[in-house]
């Protein structure tokens, strides 16, 4: 399986390339498989049509002993399973190839102060709202920047995300602005600003323009 571009493509890795657009399989995912198939050609140095289960494990432990990431170990693992079991159809050669476990590690949570400070750094009251609402409503930032006005409930405090998710904002927006009222909570936390005026706004219009994104 050749990763030289002047190269035609070799029919094993074509007939893996047709085997994952099958199971519609996303562009990233496929080029991550062909990445780690690619790993074990140059490992082998030759086609992996060929590879024996004693190469597979050889194969495991020089990535190991060269300190990959877990999260790239398992990546190609998964890849190797992918040829071996689906295209080559020999799944007995992987059978005992397991992926590490990689360590779950806690997320930083910031404190309120913290928070405070990186909300007010924001240029403006547009991007102030979005960092607001993506930590208040635990939204990602592709959510924040398609939001409508329509989408905020500042009386329930509730924040409507695509078709049918509907979240609570969180609790604690009010204590940033050192109050406990439900209503200027709400305010800090961007939904005032993202209530819909009198006049309707336009249908393209959101927390950030398609072209002006956080």
Do not use: W
Not at 46 to 73: K, M, N, W, Y
Not at 76 to 100: E, G, H, N, W
Not at 134 to 157: C, N, Q
């Amino acid at each position: 399986m050749s990763d030289e571009p002047t190269r035609a493509v070799s029919p094993l890795r074509q007939r893996m390339i047709e085997d994952m657009r099958m199971r519609k399989m996303e562009p990233r995912t496929r080029e991550a498989y062909v990445r780690g198939v690619r790993r074990l050609y140059r490992f082998l140095g030759r086609s992996p049509e060929t590879a024996t289960a004693d190469d597979l494990r050889r194969f495991q432990l020089q990535l190991v002993e060269a300190g990959i990431s877990h999260i790239t170990l398992n990546a190609t693992l998964t890849a190797i399973r992918f040829l071996f079991q689906v295209t080559l159809d020999r799944p007995q050669l992987v059978v005992k190839i397991r992926q590490v476990r990689v360590e779950q590690r806690l997320p930083v949570v910031l404190s309120r102060d913290e928070l405070a400070r990186l909300i007010e750094s924001a240029s403006d009251i547009k991007y102030q709202t979005a960092l607001s609402v993506a930590y208040g409503a635990g939204v990602r930032a592709g959510e924040v920047a398609i939001l409508k006005t329509g989408d905020v409930d500042s009386g329930r405090m509730t924040l409507a995300i695509g078709a049918r998710t509907r979240r609570l904002l969180h609790p604690r927006c009010g204590d940033l602005a050192g109050t406990s009222d439900g209503q200027a909570a709400a305010d800090r936390c961007g939904a005032r600003s993202l209530r819909p005026s009198a006049r309707p706004a336009p249908s393209h219009s959101g927390v950030c323009a398609a072209h002006d994104r956080v």
